[in-house]
């Protein structure tokens, strides 16, 4: 249980990381379109990010079944 709690905390980091960076780039390099479509590929990843810690979350706290 342990293992799973740390894997949503990294994906939570990893996700907030990546939407700083991804706002940051979209706010100091808006003229340019590399940066855009950088800061879109970024805002995408953000969001796996937060999904995939969501599943984790879940999985962790639903009822294990043991129709043994």
Do not use: W
């Not at 939570?12 to 940066?35: N, Q, R, T």
């Not at 950088?38 to 879940?58: D, E, M, P, R, T």
Request: proline content about 3%; hydrophobic content about 45%; some cysteine.
């Amino acid at each position: 249980m342990v293992k799973r709690t740390e894997n949503v905390v990294l994906l939570k980091v990893i996700g907030s990381c990546e939407l700083i960076v991804a706002l940051a780039m979209l706010y100091f390099f808006h003229e340019d379109i590399p940066a855009i479509i950088g800061g879109v590929i970024l805002l995408g990843l953000s969001a796996n990010s937060f999904i995939q810690a969501h599943k984790c979350y879940k999985r962790q706290y639903r009822p294990i079944d043991n129709d043994d």
